[in-house]
Every structure is written in C-alpha cells, then in structure tokens.
C-alpha cells in the first residue's frame, strides 16, 4: 500500500512518526497522523482543516499538549531505523481507509487528502474535531470535492 502514496503522504507519514517520537509514545496514533497532515501537507488537507479552525495549535490545547511537548518536526524521521516505532491499530485502519477513500474516488494514488478522509472515519477523530468547532462531515465534504475537482 505505501508504494501508492504520494511524496506529501508519505511526508506526512514521517511527520507523524515525528510527533509519536516527540511525544514518547510507543506508536503512531491517528493524531499524530493528523498533526503530520499540519506539519507536513500544504495542500488541499491541510488548507480544509486550517479553514475549518483545526489547526495544530487548536488541537495541541484540546488535548491538553504544549508545544514544549510536542517538539518540531522533522527532527527524528531521518535517524530511524525500520521497525522503530510501530502504528497503532487505529492507525493501520486509518491507512486503510485512505486507501479505499482513494479507491472510492478512483485516485491511481493515496494523497495527505485521502489520509485525512481515512482518518476522520474514526469516531475519536470526529469527537476531536467537533470539539474544535468544526464538523468531520463537511469537512469530508469539502476535501473529497476539492480532490475530484483536481482530480
């Protein structure tokens, strides 16, 4: 499945292995998925989230994390070794349902777009992202016509 993510997913994936490393947890959980979307995406999901109010700053708070917690990116991805930290299962379910959000809009490739529609499948991710103010609907909505529209 890796294979068909693009350059900005699989930044992302690094990222978010970044942000587990940074925050000593044992694996990649959704939300660091979701914080790598922040840190390494500057396309259509990350631009969706900022404009709904989700922003890295907004979820570090609602989980009660502080920048001095959750160190800057890009500082360990490039010293791991394989196998060093693993992804969570609702993590893995994530990533596979970025793969069928990908197969659902018949995308040859899996994109930070398809990531974050995978990851707002998840009942804790919609819990986090209306306790942002913003809805995991629309914000599906929105990011599934922006990819068909660039698609």
Known sequence: MFELFTDAASAVLRHAVDEALSLHAKEVEPVHLLLGIMDADDGIAATVLQGDGVGRQSVLRELDLTESTASAPHRFHNRLKGGAIQYSGASELALKAAEEQAKQLQSPTISAGHLLLGLLEADDMKKLV????????????????RLRDAG
């Open 130 to 145: 209306g306790a942002l103010g913003a809805g995991a609907d629309s914000i599906g909505s929105t990011v599934k016509a």
